[in-house]
């Protein structure tokens, strides 16, 4: 069933489990995911980076969400990652979106929360569609990670000024394929979470240790993304599948259980498992 991301995310709340978040792109990973989902009885969102809705990518791959929502059996909400603009935002509300990210962490504070609550205000007229903003920039695995983590007494200040209900942190992770595993910030996680209030959302899930996703989870993470190795269980299949399979569906059949296989490893970390009503 079609959620929003305030429910899942306050059951998660609820529950002490992170809900895990994939990246979507077309019906072959929506159908890996949901069979991952379904499978577990796991909740699952499944999201679309914004630049699909630079074009009409982003149309199809939310009609495909919304109709694996409409025939799950498990909650399924459908969110826009890293909305960069106003457009972004409008586009995925208007393809059916039922959580919204609005990404200004490049900014400074006060530019990134301005332009965080225009967007929690549009979102809120559109609907009362929940928001996730991002306070401390997470990266790519291109750059140094550092230690610029999120401070917990400028998230607080951050949620209170934006009314964002849930916000991605800066905690020692990137987005791409790390050239060493990741070691977290766990207690600043902690710190946050204590501070803001709301629930947090760790991007740049693939490739960090399984135990580093089991102690931020305890720490008050509620929402994990993954993207890049998602991408990479799909692709690899692809290209190493037989051309002599000529039908598509067949073609893809053993890509759909590789989105699947590897969406089962994280729903088991992250103890979604079993949380679907
Ligand atoms: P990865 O591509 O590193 O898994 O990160 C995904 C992400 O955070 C999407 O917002």
Same mark, same amino acid.
């Given at each position: 069933?079609?959620?929003? *991301?305030?429910e899942i995310?306050?059951?998660? =709340?609820?529950g002490g489990?992170a %809900? ?13 995911v ?16 914004s630049?699909?809705?630079?074009g009409?990518?982003?149309? $199809?791959?939310?009609a495909?969400i919304?109709?694996?929502a409409k025939y799950?059996?498990?909650p %399924?909400? $459908?969110?826009?990652d ?5 457009a972004? %935002?409008v586009? +995925?509300? #208007? ?8 990404? @200004?962490?490049?900014? &400074? ?10 967007v929690?205000? *549009? !979102?809120?007229q @559109?609907?009362n569609?929940?928001? #996730?903003? &991002?306070?401390?920039?997470v ?7 550092g230690?610029?983590y ?6 607080r200040?951050f %949620?209170? =000024?934006t009314?964002?209900e849930?916000?991605?942190v800066?905690v020692?992770?990137?987005h791409g394929?790390y ?5 977290l910030?766990? =207690?600043?996680?902690r710190e /946050?979470k ?5 629930? *947090?959302?760790l991007h740049?899930?693939?490739g960090?240790?399984?135990? #580093?996703?089991?102690a931020?989870?305890k720490a008050? /993470?509620?929402?994990?993304? $993954?993207s890049?190795?998602? !991408?990479?269980?799909? *692709?690899?299949?692809?290209f @190493?599948t037989s051309? =002599?399979?000529?039908? /598509?569906?067949?073609f893809?059949?053993?890509?759909v259980?590789?989105v #699947?296989t ?6 088991a970390?992250?103890?979604? +498992?079993?949380? +679907?009503?």
């Amino acid at each position: 069933m079609l959620v929003t *991301l305030r429910e899942i995310l306050c059951d998660a =709340e609820k529950g002490g489990y992170a %809900v895990p978040a994939f990246n979507v792109y077309n019906m072959e990973t929506v159908m890996g995911v949901l069979h991952a989902a379904e499978a577990t009885r796991s909740p699952v969102i499944m999201q679309i980076y914004s630049r699909l809705f630079d074009g009409e990518n982003g149309k $199809f791959a939310g009609a495909n969400i919304l109709a694996a929502a409409k025939y799950a059996t498990v909650p %399924v909400a $459908f969110h826009l990652d890293h909305g960069a603009t106003e457009a972004q %935002v409008v586009g +995925a509300l #208007e393809a059916g979106a039922t959580g919204i990210m609005i990404d @200004a962490s490049k900014l &400074e504070f006060d530019d990134n929360a301005a332009l965080t609550k225009k967007v929690v205000a *549009l !979102c809120k007229q @559109a609907g009362n569609i929940a928001v #996730e903003g &991002e306070l401390g920039h997470v990266g790519t695995t291109k750059e140094e990670i550092g230690d610029n983590y999120t401070e917990p007494d400028a998230a607080r200040r951050f %949620v209170e =000024e934006t009314g964002v209900e849930a916000l991605a942190v800066a905690v020692g992770t990137a987005h791409g394929r790390y050239k060493k595993a990741p070691k977290l910030a766990i =207690e600043r996680i902690r710190e /946050i979470k204590e501070a803001a209030g709301v629930p *947090l959302v760790l991007h740049g899930g693939s490739g960090v240790p399984d135990e #580093e996703i089991r102690a931020a989870v305890k720490a008050g /993470i509620r929402k994990m993304n $993954f993207s890049t190795d998602l !991408c990479y269980s799909f *692709l690899d299949t692809v290209f @190493a599948t037989s051309r =002599e399979w000529v039908g /598509i569906d067949l073609f893809m059949r053993d890509a759909v259980k590789a989105v #699947e296989t590897f969406a089962l490893s994280k729903i088991a970390v992250l103890g979604s +498992a079993g949380q +679907a009503k």
